[in-house]
T-cell receptor, first 111, second 114 residues
Framework: DGGITQSPKYLFRKEGQNVTLSCEQN?????MYWYRQDPGQGLRLIYY???????QKGDIAEGYSVSREKKESFPLTVTSAQKNPTAFYLC??????????FGPGTRLTVL | AQSVTQLDSHVSVSEGTPVLLRCNYS??????LFWYVQHPNKGLQLLLK??????LVKGINGFEAEFKKSETSFHLTKPSAHMSDAAEYFC????????????FGSGTRLLVRP
């Protein structure tokens, strides 16, 4: 069963903690992306990766970090430097070409 | 630079009546355009995409959109709304650069009344 999975579905973070959101795909897509969605707004790009071991900052990368050690995986770490991390986080992937397919999302809440 | 404007933040229709969600775009290139749908607390699902082939694009669940270059529009329509169509809809334009960056509109929430 092919697709994109994100875990956990819900995540709670205390002030000053780093947390890592998981994104895995078995679609054999080369590119992967992380987006942030705030209520009533469209999606904003955090980081993207075109190939393994390479990634670029998007529009709102401050306070976030990523790695791309495997083609299938693109984890996102929300660091304590991100001052307002409460949001819905969406991972996407795409083959060669520009159609992106999205995972189910992770909702992060700061306590 | 690319941009996209969704002209209505909320649209309300009765079940069985037509749906029209409006989108205007700005692009320096021949754009790729998409419509995605998002149900509450879910990821985005691709409804349809335009990539410079036919100007009338048919998508899933009875939706279609027409690319009008002269009007820089890419409106989404459906002849008859169903209760299950109630969701948030995003119009998206792609940057034709190597990064394939997507530019999202702010979304239109579709309400379907019984």
């Amino acid at each position: 069963d092919g697709g994109i999975t994100q875990s956990p579905k819900y995540l709670f973070r205390k002030e000053g903690q780093n947390v890592t959101l998981s994104c895995e795909q078995n679609l054999n897509h080369d590119a992967m992306y992380w987006y942030r969605q705030d209520p009533g707004q469209g999606l904003r790009l955090i980081y993207y990766s075109q190939i393994v071991n390479d990634f670029q900052k998007g529009d709102i990368a401050e306070g976030y970090s990523v790695s791309r050690e495997k083609k299938e995986s693109f984890p996102l770490t929300v660091t304590s430097a991100q001052k307002n991390p409460t949001a819905f986080y969406l991972c996407a992937s795409s083959p060669q070409g520009n159609t992106q397919y999205f995972g189910p999302g992770t909702r992060l809440t700061v306590l | 630079a690319q941009s996209v404007t969704q002209l209505d933040s909320h649209v309300s229709v009765s079940e069985g009546t037509p749906v029209l969600l409006r989108c205007n775009y700005s692009s320096s290139y021949s754009p790729s355009l998409f419509w995605y749908v998002q149900h509450p607390n879910k990821g985005l699902q691709l409804l349809l995409k335009y990539t410079s082939a036919a100007t009338l694009v048919k998508g899933i669940n009875g939706f279609e959109a027409e690319f009008k270059k002269s009007e820089t529009s890419f409106h989404l329509t459906k002849p008859s709304a169903h209760m299950s169509d109630a969701a948030e809809y995003f119009c998206v334009v792609s940057d034709r650069g190597w990064s394939y960056k997507l530019i999202f509109g702010s979304g239109t929430r579709l309400l379907v009344r019984p």
